[in-house]
């Protein structure tokens, strides 16, 4: 006797063996970990990485235009190097499209002067981040 007829009416109804992963994530997108308040999900809260950002790198505002590889910062227009990072405050690299509203960010250049690495800062890291001024 085989085992594998018993099983296939229950794989083929199932969600999440018909598709693991898509079922993984329409999980987590609809909140579906999170805790049920009446009949509103909530996100749980995620704590928030420790970061190693230098002190010397400076502080500012970003702003959500970018033209082409160039972005601004405080109002002034600065280059992105070719290998750029943008950091979120969970530490995951993300693209300069996924910026939609002024940020308070953390940045250093390159040896070319270009920015090579910018962090965008959590409310608890603003309070910890000092100005640092790259003209002096």
């Known amino acids: 006797m085989s085992v594998i007829p018993?099983?296939?009416?229950?794989?083929?109804?199932?969600?999440?063996?018909?598709?693991p992963l898509g079922y993984i994530v329409n999980e987590f997108?609809?909140?579906?970990?999170?805790?049920?308040?009446?009949?509103?999900?909530?996100?749980?809260?995620?704590?928030?990485?420790?970061?190693n950002i230098p002190e010397d790198s400076a502080t500012?505002?970003?702003?959500?235009?970018?033209?082409?590889?160039?972005?601004?910062?405080?109002?002034?227009?600065?280059?992105?190097?070719f290998n750029s990072r943008i950091h979120d405050q969970y530490n995951r690299i993300v693209q300069t499209g996924m910026i939609r509203e002024e940020k308070k960010v953390r940045y250093t250049f390159d040896s070319s002067g270009k920015i090579n690495r910018i962090w965008l800062l959590a409310s608890g890291e603003e309070s910890q981040s000092g100005?640092?001024?790259p003209a002096i």
């Open 131 to 133: 100005d640092f001024d």
């Open 29 to 51: 997108m609809d909140y579906g970990h999170g805790v049920e308040e009446g009949n509103k999900r909530q996100r749980p809260s995620i704590p928030i990485p420790m970061r």
């Open 60 to 81: 500012g505002y970003l702003s959500p235009v970018i033209i082409g590889n160039r972005i601004l910062i405080d109002g002034g227009e600065y280059a992105l190097a």
């Open 6 to 19: 018993l099983l296939t009416p229950v794989l083929l109804t199932s969600p999440v063996a018909a598709d």
